[in-house]
């Protein structure tokens, strides 16, 4: 049987989703799932809500719930991690600290001050599961769910020799919101997409093998409603020339351009759909407001009669599928390290590229050079990262000062002075949750 371990289970929604798609494939349908998590409560609750899965799809999985990791991993063939490491009273600091000296963050995990600050926090958890599962399941295929992609990302495959990639939502999502802005079944939608992860970008989009680019464009300009959807994004492809990966809310971060003044912020934040870009720190705030009504949506969810355990749209369970079940082969954008795959973006700097996943394990595609103006964004926010990866592993907070310092946002808004300031106000509020800094203090 196939061993599946779940580190970080109490994520409620991305393990039942997950566990629904493994179970889906008729190879791991007698698979063991083992559910890890610290939190004693969420994996009762978790375990209760896999249970049901089972027994929904009539499967003879066996499903264990643990809060040993070793237990978890031991002789695992795919391993899925979906942790956050600190409670929403922790990382509200990495919003707020930044807001008060006027960096205003919408959601805060990807890069950035917020991003690089829960980064520093997560990687030396990341770097211990990656010990474990080198000791106890060292053919295992790890894929990471756990923001921000690319720092943790670029930390496991740079300082061990785990088989990882990161997987997220955004190219397959922004995919398919495209093609239902030009009216085109997804089946006939192909397209090549690379970049860093949340600011990758569509090279080519195509329908029926033809160009799409100018279908999307004319959408954009002649429906407002297409415009509103994702007045960020649509800003940068009708400025930039290529359609980016990742929702208005997020993207509005990564850049100079949009949250550095109020006008701007009402201009362009204050409208569309995808993580309400214009409410500050949303996703913060909608953190706080789960935070005392989570186990009442998971009760109401295991009281229900009949659930719906379809497969879904994630890549996981068809990766698993490609390396350790029936072989089909898939194809799907993934983060890796980057060895001359993006030939304009640094050596190994952490990339989001097209891989292969097969019999033969995971084979990144090429993509070659991205168009200069793109490779200019890319690049300074892959160099931060890279730098806040260096920095969280020598415990030298000099280096996340200058990697925060060439943030584009931060750089756009305080002097190198303010931003000192803030820096130190965030390690301060993160002490307790930062040892690897504590020599350099």
């Known amino acids: 049987m196939t061993k599946f371990a779940f580190i970080g289970a109490g994520s409620f929604a991305f393990t039942r989703k997950l566990v629904c798609d493994i179970l889906s494939f ?3 349908a007698d698979s063991t799932i083992a559910l890890m998590d610290i939190d004693a409560e969420r994996l009762s609750f978790i375990k209760q809500a896999v249970d049901k899965i089972v027994e929904a799809g009539k499967y003879p ?3 264990i719930a643990t809060q040993d990791r070793k237990e978890a991993l031991l002789h695992a063939d795919g391993v899925i991690c979906t942790i956050l490491s600190g409670s929403v009273d922790v990382w509200r600091h990495d919003i707020e600290i930044p807001m008060k000296y006027g960096v205003d963050i919408n959601v805060g995990d990807t890069r950035g001050p917020a991003g690089i600050f829960r980064a520093l926090r997560t990687i030396p958890v990341m770097l211990d599961i990656c010990r474990d599962i080198e000791r106890y399941c060292p053919d295992a295929v790890f894929l990471n769910y756990t923001n921000p992609m690319t720092i943790l990302c670029g ?4 300082y061990t020799n785990v088989n990882v990639t990161g997987l997220c939502h955004s190219v397959q999502g922004t995919a398919k919101m495209l093609a239902g802005w030009i009216g ?3 089946n006939e939608i192909t397209y090549l997409c690379g970049g860093i992860n949340h600011q990758a970008w569509f090279l080519e989009y195509k329908w029926k093998g033809k160009d799409a680019v100018p279908l999307i464009r004319d959408a954009i300009l002649s429906r407002k409603e297409v415009y509103n959807e994702e007045p960020v994004r649509n800003e940068m492809f009708l400025h930039l020339d290529y359609y980016v990966t990742e929702s208005s ?3 509005s971060e990564y850049n100079a351009w949009f949250r550095k003044r109020p006008d701007l912020l009402q201009k362009y934040c204050d409208i569309g759909t995808s993580w309400n870009p214009g409410k500050h720190a949303f ?6 407001e789960r935070k ?3 186990k009442d949506e998971i009760l109401k969810w295991l009281d229900r009669e009949s659930i719906d355990i379809s ?3 994630e890549y996981a369970a068809d990766i698993f599928n490609a390396i350790l079940g029936d072989g089909t082969m898939f194809k799907f954008n993934g983060n890796i390290l980057n060895r001359g795959y993006i030939e304009n973006l640094p050596e190994d700097s952490c990339v989001e590229v097209p891989i292969l996943a097969s019999k033969s394990g995971l084979e990144p595609n090429h993509v070659g050079t991205l168009p200069p103006q793109l490779a200019i964004l890319n690049g300074i926010n892959a160099q931060c990262e890279q730098l806040a990866v260096e920095g969280s592993l020598s415990g030298d907070p000099r280096k996340i000062f200058h990697a925060i310092c060439h943030d584009p946002l931060t750089s756009a808004v305080l002097s190198l002075h303010e931003i000192k300031q803030m820096v130190d106000d965030m390690f301060k509020a993160n002490e307790d949750w930062l040892p690897q800094f504590k020599h350099m203090s």
């Open 311 to 313: 497969r879904g749209h």
């Open 292 to 294: 005392d009504t989570w």
């Open 249 to 251: 809310g997020h993207n």
């Open 184 to 186: 085109a079944p997804m």
């Open 283 to 288: 996703i913060l705030n909608h953190y706080l």
């Open 155 to 158: 930390a496991m495959q740079s």
């Open 26 to 28: 008729p190879a791991f």
């Open 61 to 63: 999985a066996k499903v």
